[in-house]
Nanobody, 122 residues
Framework: QVHVVESGGGLVQPGGSLRLACAASGTIFTINRMGWYRQDPGKERELVATITSGHSINYADSVKGRFTISRDNAKNMVYLQMNSLKPEDSAVYYC????????????????WGQGTQVTVSS
């Protein structure tokens, strides 16, 4: 079982910055991809950014140039540096971790954290 925990959310003024962190723990052999998604009440969960073990990165168009995703493979952690925040960035941010618990192809896991609230408001 893999446990995912996010931290770093909060209230920030427009134009401000926040840094989210996500830690994965448990029975982990390898992590292929880590990522951040967000969801507003009444809306579908949407991709924010993902990063693979080889550091291939994908961003949503709405955050390009403002958000930066990074990961620490040794610590099984992923970060999201959010700059120039806008009110429309307000949402619950979820961390997702995709990998394997062993060398078996059947040991794949796709785990989510409980989410952390980000509110951008003056």
């Amino acid at each position: 079982q893999v446990h995912v925990v996010e931290s770093g959310g909060g209230l920030v003024q427009p134009g401000g910055s926040l840094r989210l962190a996500c830690a994965a723990s448990g029975t982990i052999f390898t992590i292929n991809r880590m990522g951040w998604y967000r969801q507003d009440p009444g809306k579908e969960r949407e991709l924010v950014a993902t990063i693979t073990s080889g550091h291939s990165i994908n961003y949503a168009d709405s955050v390009k140039g403002r958000f930066t995703i990074s990961r620490d493979n040794a610590k099984n952690m992923v970060y999201l540096q959010m700059n120039s925040l806008k009110p429309e960035d307000s949402a619950v941010y979820y961390c997702n971790v995709l990998g394997y618990s062993s060398t078996s192809s059947k040991s794949v896991f796709d785990s989510w954290g409980q989410g952390t609230q980000v509110t951008v408001s003056s």
